[in-house]
């Protein structure tokens, strides 16, 4: 009886854990699935040479017009719009033992926001989609 009942009790939460694993899955599938989404990682550039460290987690962006799209989270569904200005240079090799997650030969890009702040990106390659013609370096 005592057994029976604890299963019970427990038993509405793990059914709401397990749909919710479900939906985290379907969703992060749904999302990696739209046409021109490409794994990203960004983050704010240092302001010594020590540096931040990359994040842990693969987000995944998609360019509309001057904006990149970034959805973030386990989920995927914190949606954050960086409003790009420009490149900053060209694109670098980045060392993949520091940017996990993104194969073996991603690539490091200094970008200018539209509120003049400087970001990292690393992508796991460069693609002409990735970025439209007019945010090539030497182009503006």
Same mark, same amino acid.
């Given at each position: 009886? @005592?057994?029976?009942?604890?299963?019970?009790?427990?038993?509405?939460?793990?059914?709401?854990?397990? /749909?919710?694993?479900?939906?985290?899955?379907?969703? &992060?599938?749904?999302?990696?699935?739209?046409? /021109?989404?490409?794994?990203?990682?960004? &983050?704010? !550039?240092?302001?010594?040479?020590?540096?931040?460290?990359?994040?842990?987690?693969?987000?995944?962006?998609?360019?509309?017009?001057?904006?990149?799209?970034?959805?973030?989270?386990?989920?995927?569904?914190?949606?954050?719009?960086?409003?790009?200005?420009?490149? !900053?240079?060209?694109?670098?090799?980045?060392?993949? !033992?520091?940017?996990? /997650?993104?194969?073996?030969?991603?690539?490091?890009? &200094?970008? &200018?926001?539209?509120?003049?702040?400087?970001?990292?990106?690393?992508?796991? %390659?460069?693609?002409?989609? @990735?970025?439209? %013609?007019?945010?090539? !370096? /030497?182009?503006?």
């Amino acid at each position: 009886m @005592l057994a029976s009942m604890v299963l019970y009790i427990l038993g509405v939460p793990l059914w709401m854990i397990i /749909g919710g694993l479900i939906l985290i899955f379907w969703n &992060r599938s749904r999302v990696k699935k739209q046409p /021109g989404i490409f794994p990203i990682k960004i &983050r704010p !550039e240092p302001e010594s040479n020590e540096g931040s460290k990359w994040p842990r987690s693969v987000s995944y962006a998609q360019w509309v017009h001057d904006v990149a799209i970034v959805r973030k989270g386990p989920a995927l569904i914190l949606t954050v719009p960086y409003g790009i200005k420009g490149l !900053e240079g060209m694109p670098q090799d980045a060392n993949p !033992e520091e940017v996990k /997650g993104l194969g073996d030969h991603p690539k490091l890009v &200094r970008v &200018r926001l539209d509120d003049n702040s400087i970001i990292q990106v690393a992508l796991g %390659e460069l693609h002409p989609e @990735l970025a439209p %013609e007019k945010f090539q !370096e /030497g182009t503006e």
